[in-house]
């Protein structure tokens, strides 16, 4: 069985119609949505106690804005490293982000309470501190600015009560509905980059350190893991946790990639929903399918997946708080602490197909599912 036998159907006429309403819908979403600038980032001094401070670690190949107090999509010439404290407000809602308006109020809202820039050695050495505590590396998709990919990590580690620690991968997305293929190349000059943070990170010996790429963050994660092998660093590789979640990834790419990079000491994991409307945007645009978008039910899915020691999950259960049910994984965060409990989690890195049941929490096979649902268990 080879991944290539997936999906690797064209689509119809009426498949190219829901993808041109979802073209249409995605258009319109970016036109009438109002995104945070880089105002946000303004340091606000708390007086008293507010709500949960998150400590967040940057790693960016983007410039620095010209006048403002962020990072562009620019591509700069050396990679920055940065530690921002960010305040949670007590009132914050789980797989929300509370932005700051003109005047920043932390009972209310996310707001920076302190931020710095580093060199290299200091910045490792500050995550170092913490070297009993896990590592977690979230590396954004296409259409995030730095603001945005900055706070969604402090929201998603709030929810998740996660005690180690967030690290952000930055890259100089452009942060527009239209720059996909800008985008693209942006993700490939930021390969060098992460694929030294992350073998910076295997360096110090953290007990478990998770990579977790969305979208198009999850193809340049794929691809930093393929420099890893062919550069003789598997014990990187083997100390990594990884999970790409709605992966815009080619699948025969995909498999070519998976087959250099070979088996991972834990089974990667990746999360998957067929109605992810911007990847079939996706495959409309290049002509082939995506990985994130692969059907669980499929016999030959499960298969694939076995034989190479993937995890596949589908989260199509969850809501999508972005109107294209391309960003599900946000909510998974809010999930943790329930998956915690059940001993969900360790589920989460076997080698097969599942599916994601929101109502009971779990995580299961289809076949499963479907046997419950006859049985009159669901």
């Known amino acids: 069985m080879s991944v290539v036998t997936l999906i690797k159907n064209k ?21 009438c949505g109002t995104r945070p600038s880089s105002a946000v980032l303004q340091t606000v001094a708390v007086a008293g106690p507010a709500g949960r401070t998150v400590t967040v ?44 308006d003109i005047e920043p109020d932390p009972q209310n809202s996310f707001v920076v309470v302190g931020m710095r820039e580093i060199e290299r050695q200091p910045f490792l050495a500050g995550i170092a ?63 060098d980059a992460l694929t030294l943070l992350l073998s910076d990170l295997a360096s110090k010996r953290f007990p478990n350190t998770t990579v977790f790429g969305h979208s198009m963050g999850g193809w340049l994660t794929v691809e930093s893991l393929r420099q890893l092998k062919l550069s003789d660093q598997k014990d990187v590789l083997d100390r990594l946790t990884v999970i790409l979640a709605a992966p815009d990834i080619d699948i025969d790419v995909f498999r070519k990639n998976i087959e250099t990079i070979g088996t991972l000491r834990t089974p990667m994991t990746i999360l998957v929903s067929s109605d992810d409307r911007a990847l079939q945007i996706s495959r409309l645009l290049s002509g082939d399918d995506r990985v994130g978008s692969l059907d669980v039910r499929d016999p030959a899915v499960a298969a694939a997946a076995r034989e190479f020691k993937i995890a596949i999950v589908d989260i199509s259960e969850l809501p999508s708080s972005d109107g294209i049910n391309h960003s599900r994984f946000v909510n998974l965060a809010s999930n943790y602490g329930q998956l915690a409990a059940n001993g969900q989690p360790s589920g989460l890195r076997r080698a097969g197909a599942f599916v994601f049941d929101a109502v009971g929490t779990t995580v299961s096979t289809p076949f499963a599912l479907v046997s419950n649902a006859i049985s009159g268990n669901r």
């Open 57 to 100: 670690y940057v790693t960016t190949t983007r410039s620095p804005e010209p006048e403002g107090l962020g990072y562009s999509g620019g591509k700069a010439r050396k990679t920055r490293y940065l530690e921002y404290k960010i305040s949670i407000p007590q009132n914050h809602k789980p797989g929300r982000i509370e932005y700051p």
């Open 129 to 191: 501190a913490n070297r009993h505590k896990d590592v977690g590396v979230f590396v954004h998709g296409f259409n995030y600015s730095f603001q945005e990919s900055l706070f969604r990590l402090a929201q998603m580690s709030a929810d998740a009560q996660f005690d180690g620690v967030p690290i952000l991968f930055s890259w100089p997305s452009s942060a527009t509905v239209t720059g996909y293929i800008a985008d693209k190349e942006a993700a490939a000059y930021s390969r």
């Open 11 to 31: 689509p119809t006429f009426k498949s190219a119609l829901s993808i041109a309403a979802s073209l249409v819908m995605l258009l319109t979403l970016a036109a």
